[in-house]
């Protein structure tokens, strides 16, 4: 059985005739107003004159695209969602009851189209107005979505909810007129025209030139006048029986049915009778497909009343039929249901339910909960076990809130044993999932004393649920290890098991067992033929990937679970946007995971699954450290540690302690995250990657510890280099990121990438290899721009300083670290970074240093903040120093302008301060030289140059000053050229040292005398 399009737009057009001004005028509201209700009775052509304006203004770019959604039997706000979803073409995970119209808005929030809301007169209204209410309130922007609402009821005085919002909302009501006498000529010649045979032809063919069959049909359609459901009914009551059939057997199917199927069951007539009805516009055919439209199944079900048992029993051969055709059609199974509970059969639909696992999974929610509650309603007999099937449906799809409800509404019920028992064994899976132990604890309590014999399976592996929860590991693995011969047999009971048992080593980030496991429970689910596993075992088997590195592949896994099913199933709400974003954080791509899992997680409000929220929060709190938002990072985390501080949560302890740990790092409060660690790993919880931080953290000299998966050694490795880098141990720093780097590149993890290159650009710079740092430091700063990592742009913004000062390149140096700060966001202002910039000669501006200290440790390692008492220059080159340093470079000669002595290897000698001025100005000039006049001028100060009066003393002083400079150095200092100008040696290097910062009178070389 094929699935239905018949709430979509289908490709039929319609002609409009006598509309344009009409068109006009509805397509001015639309423009002007972002909801629109366009109202009028049954065939007044509402959907074809708002399908014609829509259309036509999206193709002229005044309003967005369009998109069409029939909302005809739409009882509820899910299958609101569901029909908006397939109308924007959107696939959109089951949601949790109380979040049906936060996700409405969600998906109309996502794309901007002109969304047509088509036969709402029936739909839940009050889910309505709540949309319009969030989407479009009053004094707003206007969003990106426009509505349009067709009905035929005006809906936006008719509902009080609806009619509150329409008061001071953005909207326009427009009734749609019936034609005008022209227009009504118009278009019967337009129909006349398309049937071949006029008005007249047709009477006379249909009466067979009987007088009286004349008289009759014209006193019928006058009797009718304009309502269109009076000619509605003598439309149906002239069909023949064989027409009729179809049409009653498409009214209770309610979606679109097979030529061929119908054949089957209507007989070998069918086809005569199909063309009866198409040309009555009773019946849509689309290829070999049959429907009854949308907005006529309405007013048929209110002319014909409900379907006889003899429609019913051919509809359940029919569906029977497709469904032994197809066993995993959804819409075959759901349909044999329903029409085996209309005739009376409720056990033998929930029998048929039970046995075609594969179909009922891939259901649409909707449709199940309707078929279950059909047959709930239907025979009090199996009411119960109808309502306990619908709630382990609504477990599996995590919608954890409808199931509970599901099961209150038995819990005032006398149930027997046995149901009572999967009462409150479902009862309690739904309070673990939620993250409610206390609660869940009471439920297997009851689920204890009145436990069958024989039956104490679910009852264990409910109790070592709970054990997990509070963080007894250890001991819910030796129960649910000791239930795997009773288990084996049950594929249901040995995937629970299974994918408890992974759950339990997720938890403990032990990712390659949790993985294991995790599979084995999706092959348990296999072995029974059920198409959509337990919403848990794609929730470990996802997370365990990311933690393995194995991201393209949690990708893959995402992608195939959301796409697993025909309908809308897959993933639960907001599992598969909050895994696209765990995937993009694993992936390095932070920017994007905080958009994409910020709005998500904060849509998760308490009501949802307690452990996946904190979990939820730990990846989040990780994003926003990597993101250097570390104030939102605390947020996260306690979030997070108020959810593992209530009782029967402490398995999350440990995960939120570390996570403060890495925060307090991050602030550079080192001893305060080391003691985190330690309390982390102090009880039974057992984390390698937890350990590995603890152990970079610690101040002892220890060995690392084992590491177990492949991912875990490479972290390991990245560790030990930050380790090593922290330590001085450079050359190890070096090599344990070269051990690292391979595996990160490989796996796609940017993040850790790029922490990599940071390691071995400082490591390289400060080992005095400038030529390797400098392609590493661009690799980070690369990845770090791209995808956000702040703290890493400003490190890596510091280590490039640093390589430019040992280069003696000032001006870079401050540039760096003046980039440094200004991309600095006010957490990240440390007082370090300060004292750095003003020891450059960079202005911090007025703002004002953070009280922490992110940046303290690499600053000082770097010596970016040390003491500046001098300064150094040769030729082109700078280096600021503290007293008694030494620049990192060999110089023949170093001029000390402060003590006013000449420096070479060992020995020192004193100049004169003229001697000093001159050989500072030779040093300054460098390969440009000096002339004669240049030295007078400025050594002398003398204002005008005479040589016979003024030459021979230049020269007199560039002789004693080489001969004084030969007591230190064995060649000359400074040679005269042939263009008579006077120049450092060819090969001298001399460095002139000054006191810094230096004062206004001791900045440039001063003249010694005017004489």
Same mark, same amino acid.
């Given at each position: ?30 423009? *002007? ?98 949309? &319009? ?11 990106? $979505? ?17 009619? *509150? ?62 309502d269109p459901m009076v000619g509605l009914g003598h439309a149906i009551g002239a069909l023949p029986s064989e027409a009729r059939k179809i049409l009653f057997v498409l009214l209770a199917a309610e979606t679109a049915l097979r030529d061929v199927d119908l054949a089957a069951v209507c007989g070998e007539r069918t086809e005569g009778g199909l063309l009866l009805l198409s040309r009555r516009a009773l019946v849509a055919r689309e290829g070999d497909r049959v429907s009854l439209p949308p907005p006529m199944i309405g007013p048929v079900r209110s002319l014909v009343g409900a379907p006889a048992p003899d429609i019913w029993e051919a509809l359940e051969y029919l569906a029977r039929r497709a469904l032994g055709a197809a066993p995993d059609d959804p819409e075959a199974l759901l349909l044999a249901c329903r029409a085996s509970a209309q005739r009376g059969h409720a056990p033998e ?43 382990? %449906? ?12 599901? &099961? $209150?509404?038995?819990?005032?019920? %006398? ?41 104490? =399976? ?83 088997? =996802? ?120 925060? $307090? ?31 970079? &953290? ?97 490190? /890596?913004?510091?280590?490039? *300083? ?68 001098? =300064? ?54 460098? /390969? ?49 050229g042939p263009d008579g100008r006077y120049r450092i040696a060819p090969g001298v290097r001399l460095a002139v040292r000054r006191s810094w910062p230096p004062g206004e009178a001791e900045s440039e070389p001063r003249a010694v005398s005017a004489k």
């Amino acid at each position: 059985m094929p699935g239905s399009d018949a709430f979509a737009w289908n490709g039929a057009g319609c002609e409009l005739i006598g509309r344009e001004r009409v068109a006009a005028q509805l397509a001015e509201l639309i423009r *002007a107003h972002p909801v629109v209700a366009v109202v009028g009775p049954l065939g007044i052509g509402k959907t074809a004159l708002v399908r014609e304006v829509v259309e036509r203004e999206a193709a002229a770019g005044r309003v967005p695209p369009a998109a069409h959604a029939s909302l005809a039997g739409v009882e509820s706000a899910r299958g609101l969602l569901e029909r908006t979803g397939r109308a924007l073409r959107r696939r959109y995970p089951p949601v949790e009851s109380s979040r049906l119209v936060p996700a409405l808005c969600t998906l109309l929030g996502s794309a901007a189209c002109t969304l047509v809301w088509d036969d709402a007169e029936d739909a839940a209204l009050d889910a309505i107005a709540a949309v &319009l209410e969030a989407t479009a309130p009053a004094g707003r922007a206007r969003p990106r $979505c426009r509505i349009v609402i067709v009905s035929r009821e005006p809906v936006l005085s008719r509902q009080g909810a609806v009619r *509150a919002w329409a008061e001071h909302g953005d909207a326009a009501s427009f009734e749609v007129p019936p034609l005008d006498a022209a227009a009504c000529r118009d278009l019967i010649a337009a129909l006349e025209h398309r049937r071949g045979r006029s008005l007249q032809d047709e009477a006379i063919r249909a009466s067979g030139g009987n007088p009286l069959a004349l008289q009759l049909a014209v006193l019928a359609g006058r009797a009718a006048g304009s309502d269109p459901m009076v000619g509605l009914g003598h439309a149906i009551g002239a069909l023949p029986s064989e027409a009729r059939k179809i049409l009653f057997v498409l009214l209770a199917a309610e979606t679109a049915l097979r030529d061929v199927d119908l054949a089957a069951v209507c007989g070998e007539r069918t086809e005569g009778g199909l063309l009866l009805l198409s040309r009555r516009a009773l019946v849509a055919r689309e290829g070999d497909r049959v429907s009854l439209p949308p907005p006529m199944i309405g007013p048929v079900r209110s002319l014909v009343g409900a379907p006889a048992p003899d429609i019913w029993e051919a509809l359940e051969y029919l569906a029977r039929r497709a469904l032994g055709a197809a066993p995993d059609d959804p819409e075959a199974l759901l349909l044999a249901c329903r029409a085996s509970a209309q005739r009376g059969h409720a056990p033998e639909a929930l029998a048929l339910l039970r046995g075609h696992v594969a179909a009922r999974a891939s259901a649409s929610p909707a449709a199940l909960e309707r078929a279950l509650g059909d047959i709930a309603r239907g025979e009090p007999a199996a009411a119960n076990d109808a309502l306990l099937a619908l709630a382990r %449906e609504q477990l599996r799809w995590g919608d954890f809130e409808a199931a509970r409800r599901t &099961l $209150c509404g038995l819990a005032g019920r %006398e149930l027997p044993a046995p149901l009572e028992y999967r009462r409150c064994i479902l009862g309690a899976e739904a309070l673990v999932r939620a993250g409610e132990p206390a609660n869940a604890t009471q439920e297997l309590e009851r689920a204890r004393s009145v436990k069958p014999a024989g039956a104490g =399976i679910a009852l264990e592996e409910g109790l070592a649920d709970l054990a997990i929860l509070r963080g007894d590991l250890h001991g819910a693995r030796r129960t649910l290890l000791r239930l795997a011969r009773r288990t084996r047999s049950v594929p249901s009971l040995e995937g629970r098991r299974a994918v408890s048992l992974g759950f339990s080593y997720l938890l403990e980030e032990r990712h390659d067992r949790a993985l294991a496991w995790a599979r084995k429970a999706r092959e348990a689910y296999r072995r029974r033929g059920d198409a959509a596993v337990d919403i848990l075992v794609p929730i470990v088997e =996802i997370a365990a990937l990311m933690g393995l590195d194995q991201i393209d592949r949690a990708s893959e896994v995402a992608a195939r679970e959301t796409r697993s099913s025909r309908d809308d199933r897959g993933l639960a709400e907001g599992t598969a946007i909050l895994f696209r974003a765990g995937i993009l954080f694993r992936r390095g791509e932070m920017k994007e995971a905080m958009r994409i899992g910020e709005p998500a997680f904060r849509a998760l409000d308490r009501r949802a699954d307690r452990i996946f929220r904190a979990r939820v929060g730990h990846y989040l709190a990780r994003c926003a450290i990597g993101l250097g938002q570390l104030e939102r990072a605390e947020e996260f985390t306690r979030i997070a540690a108020g959810i593992a501080a209530e009782p029967g949560l402490g398995v999350l302890r440990p995960m939120c302690e570390m996570d403060f740990a890495l925060l $307090c790092e991050a602030r550079g409060e080192r001893a305060e995250a080391a003691e985190r660690s330690r309390r982390a790993l102090s009880g039974a919880w057992r984390s390698p990657l937890a350990r590995i931080e603890a152990w970079a &953290l610690d101040a002892q000299d220890a060995p690392p510890p084992p590491s177990g998966f492949r991912a875990a050694h490479a972290y390991a490795w990245l560790r030990s280099a930050e380790r090593a880098l922290e330590r001085g141990d450079l050359a190890q720093a070096e090599t344990a990121a070269a051990r690292a780097e391979p595996w990160y590149r490989r796996a796609g993890a940017l993040y850790e990438l790029a922490r990599v290159q940071l390691v071995r650009s400082e490591a390289c710079a400060r080992l005095g290899r400038p030529e390797d740092a400098l392609p590493a430091i661009a690799t980070c700063t690369s990845l770090a721009e791209r995808n956000g990592y702040l703290p890493l742009l400003i490190q /890596a913004h510091l280590v490039r *300083a640093f390589v430019a000062e040992r280069a003696g390149d000032v001006q870079t140096c401050a540039a760096e670290l003046g980039s440094a700060w200004t991309r600095a966001a006010s957490e990240l202002r440390d007082e370090a970074l300060r004292r750095a910039c003003a020891r450059a000669g960079v202005s911090a501006g007025p703002s004002t240093a953070g009280a922490i200290r992110p940046l303290a440790a690499r600053i000082s390692r770097l010596g970016l903040d040390r003491p500046a008492r001098c =300064i150094t220059r040769q030729g082109g080159r700078t280096w600021i120093l503290d007293a008694g340093e030494e620049p990192p470079a060999h110089f023949d000669l170093t001029l000390a302008l402060d003590p006013g002595r000449v420096r070479a290897d060992q020995t020192e000698l004193p100049l004169s301060p003229q001697q000093r001025q001159i050989l500072e100005h030779l040093a300054c000039a460098g /390969a440009a030289g000096m002339s004669v006049e240049d030295l007078y001028r400025e050594v002398w100060g003398g204002t005008e140059y005479h040589p016979l009066r003024h030459r021979n003393s230049v020269y007199v002083a560039l002789a004693r000053l080489r001969e004084s400079l030969g007591a230190v150095l064995a060649r000359d200092a400074f040679i005269d050229g042939p263009d008579g100008r006077y120049r450092i040696a060819p090969g001298v290097r001399l460095a002139v040292r000054r006191s810094w910062p230096p004062g206004e009178a001791e900045s440039e070389p001063r003249a010694v005398s005017a004489k």
